[in-house]
């Protein structure tokens, strides 16, 4: 069950990495093109959804197991970095449908991905801290 609990981490690291990636090429405009971005925006996006499903599935079964685990935070900065991502793609697909958009909602755009990177960055220490109990009990 240990190991099992691992998965989640790991996979959520590969997410912020693809984060990265997508944030470096919107910010530097270096290799940038629409579908590129388009698609690591919508992997990042598609991946993160799919840890936070992931953790609901491995903390319901270390919870079956006998193991309590107190989430705190991290559950509902869970979900609001999914709102954050649903919010930024809507945003791109506008600016990318309708250029006269662009000037006034790039920055809402830029800033809502670069807050859900943040929020990544306390999910990963909130998490690392709680997966450093689990595996220390």
Not at 30 to 51: D, E, I, N, P, V
Not at 73 to 82: D, K, Q, R, T, W
Not at 118 to 132: D, N, P
């Amino acid at each position: 069950m240990k190991i099992l609990s691992v998965y989640h981490p790991l996979f959520q690291c590969i997410t912020f990495l693809v984060g990265l990636y997508s944030a470096r090429m919107g910010l530097t405009r270096k290799s940038f093109t629409w579908q590129r971005h388009r698609t690591s925006g919508l992997l990042y996006c598609s991946m993160g959804t799919a840890g936070l499903i992931g953790g609901l599935v491995v903390n319901g079964l270390l919870e079956r197991a006998g193991h309590e685990i107190d989430m705190g935070l991290h559950l509902p900065v869970g979900f609001l970095i999914v709102l954050l991502f649903l919010l930024a793609g809507f945003l791109g697909f506008s600016m990318h449908r309708r250029p006269a958009l662009r000037v006034s909602l790039m920055p809402i755009h830029k800033y809502l991905n670069l807050s859900a990177l943040l929020l990544f960055i306390f999910q990963g220490v909130s998490g690392f801290l709680e997966l450093l109990g689990f595996l220390l009990a």
